[in-house]
């Protein structure tokens, strides 16, 4: 582990601790741009995020109905009754997105898949990046909001699922998230700059409990127009 990754990982509350757990559940509300032009506002309001906190395995109950819930895999998606009953499902569902332009309307598996994908990697962030396969380096820092933030560029395995295999978290004097970019390759490579506060400790673990993302430009400055992505959480509760 590098040395920023040390630092930002003591600061969320320590790997001992982390590893205590197994599953975290996440009550949130989605909102913002994005569904919007995606034709399904609305769709992830008041859910709850089910995670698996050391495999990539994410449901969010209620979905598409009050008695059904989505499960999510990397190479599967399916909609299920709540006591586990398959009712539809998707093989390969980033396949799904194949030909898509940014006007394209979603399905509700466009939908789960995307924000599953997402929210796995947010929800274990920055502990996922000492996961098996994850490369990481510190690079150059970045000034914002008056902070030095120490940045680290993340190479994910082929194995996870996430927005693109080349990320990077920024890091403020505490050693806390501040900033997370990407770009997202079901969107055409459209950008994504998250910015995550109003932390709380939850059992030990230090996470963000509000998200807010936006698109950059070609010099990494945050657009701040539209707001694409609204992220509200409510108790997280590992076990």
């Given at each position: 582990?590098?040395?920023?990754?040390?630092?930002?990982?003591?600061?969320?509350?320590?790997?001992?601790?982390?590893?205590?757990?197994?599953?975290?559940?996440?009550?949130?509300?989605?909102?913002?741009?994005?569904?919007?032009?995606?034709?399904?506002?609305?769709?992830?309001?008041?859910?709850?995020?089910?995670?698996?906190?050391?495999?990539?395995?994410?449901?969010?109950?209620?979905?598409?109905?009050?008695?059904?819930?989505?499960?999510?895999?990397?190479?599967?998606?399916?909609?299920?009754?709540?006591?586990?009953?398959?009712?539809?499902?998707?093989?390969?569902?980033?396949?799904?997105?194949?030909?898509?332009?940014?006007?394209?309307?979603?399905?509700?598996?466009?939908?789960?898949?995307?924000?599953?994908?997402?929210?796995?990697?947010?929800?274990?962030?920055?502990?996922?990046y000492t996961y098996p396969g994850f490369e990481t380096?510190?690079?150059?820092?970045?000034?914002?909001?008056?902070?030095?933030?120490?940045?680290?560029k993340i190479t994910f395995p082929d194995h996870v699922?996430?927005?693109?295999?080349?990320?990077?978290?920024?890091?403020?004097?505490?050693?806390?998230?501040?900033?997370?970019?990407?770009?997202?390759?079901?969107?055409?490579?459209?950008?994504?700059?998250?910015?995550?506060?109003?932390?709380?400790?939850?059992?030990?673990?230090?996470?963000?409990?509000?998200?807010?993302?936006?698109?950059?430009?070609?010099?990494?400055?945050?657009?701040?127009e539209p707001l694409l992505v609204t992220l509200d959480?409510?108790?997280?509760?590992?076990?």
């Open positions: 582990m590098n040395d920023l990754l040390d630092f930002a990982i003591s600061a969320h509350g320590g790997i001992d601790r982390w590893n205590e757990f197994a599953e975290l559940q996440a009550p949130v509300s989605i909102d913002g741009a994005i569904w919007h032009l995606k034709q399904q506002p609305g769709l992830l309001s008041d859910k709850v995020f089910s995670i698996k906190t050391h495999t990539e395995k994410l449901t969010i109950t209620p979905f598409s109905a009050s008695d059904r819930r989505s499960v999510f895999t990397p190479g599967r998606l399916s909609l299920e009754t709540l006591d586990g009953n398959v009712v539809e499902m998707r093989d390969s569902p980033e396949s799904a997105y194949a030909g898509h332009s940014v006007e394209t309307p979603w399905d509700k598996f466009h939908v789960a898949y995307f924000a599953s994908e997402a929210l796995w990697t947010y929800l274990t962030s920055p502990f996922l380096e510190e690079i150059e820092p970045w000034y914002e909001n008056d902070e030095k933030w120490r940045r680290l699922a996430s927005h693109t295999k080349t990320q990077i978290t920024h890091f403020g004097p505490e050693g806390l998230m501040r900033r997370h970019d990407y770009t997202v390759d079901i969107l055409g490579g459209a950008t994504g700059a998250n910015y995550p506060s109003n932390y709380r400790e939850f059992q030990g673990i230090k996470m963000p409990t509000t998200r807010r993302i936006y698109a950059y430009d070609e010099h990494l400055q945050k657009v701040p959480f409510g108790e997280l509760r590992f076990s």
